[in-house]
């Protein structure tokens, strides 16, 4: 067995001999739908990430949603048992505001479309965030708020119609919350988008930007990305060329997964945060399209995927699954039906 599996584009989920806690020095946690849903902590968090910072793994949160500035972020947190201070949260927000410091002279004006975190980024970097196009901005940013309404969609159509520079903090289509999925700032920046004809450049995940922006504020060396999200966190650590966790405590299904192209395959699968504190099993690549995972074996036949064996985890079912169907999408193009072995599960 490997003792961790490292490099970008995955043909099966890796392995490693060691709980990934002490095989990366600093773990780069999302947010939303990994640590907290709206106000309340996902189940088993809190005390996964208090036993991690306990081995010495040093924890840092990377959002995109730039709608809270770092302090409140990191107060929400202690607030649900998870100990933070500001400078372990790093935003898209902050990603933002360096793009936007190198586009313009320190000291302007830069249009807000968002809340009070992109303001904050902005002053960081020397910026004075306004509201409206008579305030003379030279730059316009726009990130996710609740409070985003049509007026301030307008006001940032009028600014880009205008030619100034924009710049998004992310482009993610949903966002999760306490009661479900909502829509999330890609919806807003597709309503700029189609009122100017014009694209943004983006700073968020899954995008280089973010990566250095959190590279540079963290200093590690060998990051872990966990995330809930293919397209933003599995892909942006796909780009920064760093190993990934998947959990399944967001967006993502075990359907999905399974269906992933190169960018969107995570180096490790786990339920929930527990992941972190255990050894990752080995996927076994058996010949002839067949993988193994703990007690499971799986392979494709007509199309779909087939499943035999058993265990008490059934992620590894899952892991022995992924090593099948991506094994046969890259060899052929044609994504096998998992729905039946997932049902075998209970995924």
Same mark, same amino acid.
């Given at each position: ?64 949603? %730039? ?5 409140? @972020? *990191?107060?929400?947190? =202690?607030?649900? &048992? #998870?100990?933070? $201070?500001? !400078? ?93 999925? %909502? ?5 807003? @920046? *597709?309503?700029?988008? =189609?009122?100017? &004809? #014009?694209?943004? $450049?983006? !700073? ?93 074996? %799986? ?49």
């Amino acid at each position: 067995m490997t003792d961790t599996a490292v490099g970008r584009a995955h043909t099966a989920p890796g392995g490693s001999d060691r709980p990934l806690t002490e095989a990366y020095d600093t773990a780069l946690l999302d947010l939303d739908g990994v640590v907290y849903a709206g106000p309340h902590a996902i189940r088993h968090a809190v005390a996964s990430l208090e036993a991690a910072r306990g081995v010495g793994m040093r924890l840092a949160y990377v959002t995109n949603n %730039a709608s809270r500035p770092p302090r409140v @972020v *990191a107060e929400h947190l =202690t607030e649900l &048992g #998870v100990p933070a $201070e500001a !400078a372990d949260v790093i935003n898209s927000a902050q990603a933002a505001a360096r793009l936007v410091a190198e586009k313009v002279p320190a000291g302007s004006k830069v249009l807000v479309v968002g809340g009070a975190g992109l303001e904050e980024a902005l002053t960081e970097r020397g910026l004075v965030p306004v509201r409206s196009m008579t305030d003379g901005p030279l730059a316009v940013v726009q990130g996710y708020d609740p409070s985003v309404g049509w007026q301030h969609l307008a006001e940032a159509s009028y600014a880009v119609a205008s030619g100034l520079p924009w710049v998004a903090s992310n482009t993610d289509l949903t966002v999760p919350t306490a009661r479900g999925i %909502a829509p999330g700032n890609g919806t807003l @920046v *597709a309503a700029v988008r =189609t009122a100017t &004809g #014009v694209d943004p $450049e983006v !700073a968020g995940k899954p995008l280089p930007p973010m990566h250095r922006e959190t590279v540079i504020r963290t200093g590690a060396q060998r990051p872990l990305v966990v995330g809930d999200r293919l397209d933003t966190d599995i892909e942006g650590a796909y780009n920064g060329g760093v190993d990934s966790l998947l959990v399944f405590t967001g967006v993502t299904t075990p359907a999905q997964v399974l269906t992933a192209p190169v960018r969107h395959r995570p180096t490790y699968l786990a339920a929930d945060l527990r992941g972190l504190l255990v050894a990752q099993p080995e996927v076994t690549a058996l010949g002839e399209g067949r993988y193994r995972c703990g007690g499971y074996e %799986a392979w494709v036949d007509g199309g779909r995927l087939l499943l035999s064996g058993g265990g008490e985890d059934p992620y590894d079912g899952l892991r022995a699954l992924c090593g099948a169907a991506w094994a046969a999408a890259d060899a052929d193009g044609a994504v096998p039906d998992g729905s039946k072995a997932l049902a075998e599960l209970g995924l």
